[in-house]
């Protein structure tokens, strides 16, 4: 079968002024200092035909090649991440009082996050633009996405971490084979010494040089969605927000797919989640600021601890021009919402989704979430990851001597 040929994207475009630039390592306009994004033909492509396209296409993200980054000629990084279950979630909806709510569940990713989608496709444009060495500046998961690809594709591969990040996230980067830099300091140091690395040295720094790429990737989760629901749009989702690149593409996704006609126009909010020793853009939100004042990150989601978030005023735009809200939770609500979800889906997520779970169930408590608005809540990491929250939170049931009377009489029998 053949497949249409695809030319994507056109070139980079300012976010803040519009100003093209070539298919480049570029990530600053040089007439406004805007981040530059991805920008695509729309125009050509035909809704039924990209539809079509997507279908016939391979069982992960780059089945959505047509509205990716990565042409012909380019060679893909392909390990499988993407096209991931959407899940109904009955029970859980229940528990909430929601009739009709979705998990997108992304924990089941090659290396157990939504970042190998962000990772495929920024490794596939460092690869193609000649970089000899992938790095990136992690929370963690980007970590063991990164260190997992160019594991795959023979790259050397320097991650650098907050030195007190959760140990599976560390042990899995150094089992994949990459030089892990431990540096003392928070994400948010971390993050200012890779921009000076990337300076020095010719490296694919995957969210610092290749960031325009990286994010890209995150729009796949909305088209996955948007597919997997029969090509229409749900009413709300609800998304966690580390730097709100994630946010912002999802909201992009459904509308390019409105835009190119593979999806019927409707109105859809986009509601956020923080936790509350993290939450820059929800207090901004709060406040009804125009900017995101930077934090010193407390939290247990380490995934989410980003102070000082690249994306948090676009996070916050969205939201509020799509009617949605961003909220945070407490720290023991985080547990409570990995509990939620493990117990009534099966489904055991890391910290941050918890997050997400803790701030659906909050949402839906304000009345920001209708019981009969069409929800879909991304859990966009695994819960074996972060296993140390759960740590005194609890116990077995029962501790009993291999012995059949001692245990009857301990469940009371
Ligand atoms: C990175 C990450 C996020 C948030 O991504 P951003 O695009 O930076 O907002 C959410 N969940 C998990 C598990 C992550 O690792
Ligand atoms: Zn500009």
Same mark, same amino acid.
């Given at each position: ?18 100003? +093209?630039? $070539? ?13 530059? %994004? $991805?920008?695509?033909? *729309?125009?050509? *492509?035909?809704?039924e035909?990209?539809?079509?396209? /997507? ?16 042409? $012909?000629?380019? =060679? ?19 528990? *909430? ?20 989608? !962000? !990772?495929? /496709? ?31 594709i ?35 140091? !971390?993050?200012?010494?890779?921009? =000076?690395v ?17 994010? =890209? ?21 609800? /998304?966690?927000?580390?730097?709100g ?16 006609? #593979?999806?019927?126009?409707? $109105? ?5 989640? +923080?936790? %509350? ?28 601890a ?13 939201s ?14 985080? !547990? %409570? ?14 910290t ?12 839906v408590? +304000? ?6 608005e ?10 074996y990851?972060? /296993?140390?929250?759960? %740590? ?12 059949l009377?001692?245990?009857? #009489?301990?469940?009371?029998?």
């Amino acid at each position: 079968m053949t497949r249409p040929a695809i030319s994507s994207p056109a070139a980079l475009q300012c976010r803040i002024c519009g100003q +093209q630039y $070539p298919v480049e390592p570029l990530t600053i306009c040089e007439e406004c200092f805007g981040p530059l %994004e $991805p920008s695509y033909d *729309l125009q050509s *492509l035909d809704g039924e035909v990209f539809r079509k396209h /997507v279908e016939e296409g391979p069982a992960s993200l780059w089945r959505y090649e047509a509205l990716l980054p990565g042409g $012909p000629g380019i =060679e893909r990084v392909d390990m499988g991440a993407g096209f991931t279950p959407l899940r109904r979630a009955d029970r859980l909806a229940d528990a *909430l009082g929601l009739e009709r709510l979705w998990i997108k569940d992304d924990s089941v990713n090659p290396s157990n996050s939504f970042k190998d989608r !962000v !990772v495929s /496709v920024a490794t596939t444009m460092a690869r193609a633009f000649g970089f000899q060495a992938i790095s990136c500046a992690s929370t963690g998961n980007l970590a063991n996405a990164t260190a997992a690809h160019a594991a795959r594709i023979g790259m050397p591969c320097y991650v650098f971490i907050p030195e007190d990040l959760e140990r599976a996230k560390v042990l899995a980067t150094l089992a994949y084979g990459a030089k892990v830099v431990a540096v003392k300091g928070n994400y948010d140091d !971390v993050n200012r010494l890779c921009s =000076e690395v990337a300076e020095a040295l010719p490296w694919a720094f995957i969210n610092v040089n290749m960031r325009p790429y990286y994010a =890209e990737g995150s729009k796949s989760l909305g088209f996955e969605v948007a597919e997997q629901l029969g090509w229409r749009l749900p009413d709300h989702v609800v /998304v966690p927000i580390a730097s709100g690149a994630l946010l912002t593409k999802i909201h992009r996704a459904f509308s390019e797919l409105i835009a190119i006609g #593979a999806v019927e126009e409707k $109105p859809y909010r986009v509601s956020g989640a +923080q936790p %509350e020793g993290c939450r820059p853009v929800a207090q901004a939100f709060k406040d009804g600021a125009e900017t995101v004042q930077p934090v010193k990150p407390d939290t247990i989601a380490r995934s989410l601890a980003i102070g000082n978030p690249a994306d948090g005023m676009f996070a916050m735009q969205v939201s509020r021009q799509t009617g949605g809200a961003i909220e945070w939770c407490t720290e023991p609500e985080i !547990v %409570e919402g990995v509990r939620l979800l493990a117990s009534t889906e099966g489904v055991f997520t890391e910290t941050a989704g918890g997050v997400t779970v803790a701030n659906l169930k909050r949402l839906v408590l +304000q009345g920001v979430i209708a019981p009969r608005e069409e929800t879909v809540a991304f859990i966009t990491g695994n819960g074996y990851k972060t /296993v140390a929250a759960l %740590e005194g939170a609890t116990e077995p049931t029962y501790n009993v001597a291999p012995d059949l009377d001692e245990f009857l #009489a301990a469940i009371g029998l």
